[in-house]
């Protein structure tokens, strides 16, 4: 089996799916930047949550 190019960094699909990733995490960083700042995390809130939506005693 022969490859039509000599590595993989001469394959323009790897170059594709790299821009293609890059536009997605730079969307994501933008939705997190744009949902404002942090807020307190109650830990024993979540785990209360958690316990009732899995049904965990």
Do not use: Y
């Not at 799916?17 to 830990?43: I, M, Y």
């Not at 024993?44 to 965990?56: D, E, Q, T």
Request: charged share 40%.
């Amino acid at each position: 089996m022969s490859r039509r190019f000599g590595s993989t960094s001469d394959d323009p699909r790897r170059d594709r799916w790299r821009d293609e990733a890059l536009v997605a995490f730079q969307k994501a960083v933008d939705e997190g930047l744009a949902s404002g700042g942090p807020e307190p995390f109650d830990f024993r809130a979540f785990k209360a949550r958690m316990r009732a939506r899995h049904k965990v005693d």
